[in-house]
């Protein structure tokens, strides 16, 4: 009798060992699936951010270009988007973003560019390009993040 009750023991043990190991082999990978959704999304989120950020600004920098009056509601989505930016974003990127808000806003006080002016700018490669920094600290960052 005690050789029955040693077989259904190891039976069931085997059973319940077989079960655990089924059981957390898949919330690992759920677990895994999970993290890699979420990982997307925030990349995702990062990335529309800043595609809209480097849409405005640059926007934004064009007018100040050719104009004396600021446009606040630009200025104030550009500044809800640094916002969103502290949240998310890593603080070279935010500060980059900082950086092309406030040379928008100098821009709006110097002298108006023509268009001979601006074929200038360009032709020098100088003055005409502030989102430059901010597009490789938005580069390297999602690089970063999405190599973890």
Known sequence: MEMAYVSAFAAL???VVGGLTSGIATWLAQRSEIRAGRRA???SRREDLFQD???DASKAYGQAMMSNQPDLQ???SLYGMINRM???CLP???ACAERVVQETVETY???NKTAQDISTLVKEGSGINPLSKFAEAAREELRTFASR
């Open 92 to 94: 070279r990127t935010i």
């Open 13 to 15: 043990g085997g059973s």
């Open 53 to 55: 950020f480097l849409c």
């Open 41 to 43: 999304h925030q990349l």
């Open 74 to 76: 630009e200025l104030i």
């Open 109 to 111: 006080f110097q002298a």
């Open 86 to 88: 502290q949240v998310l």
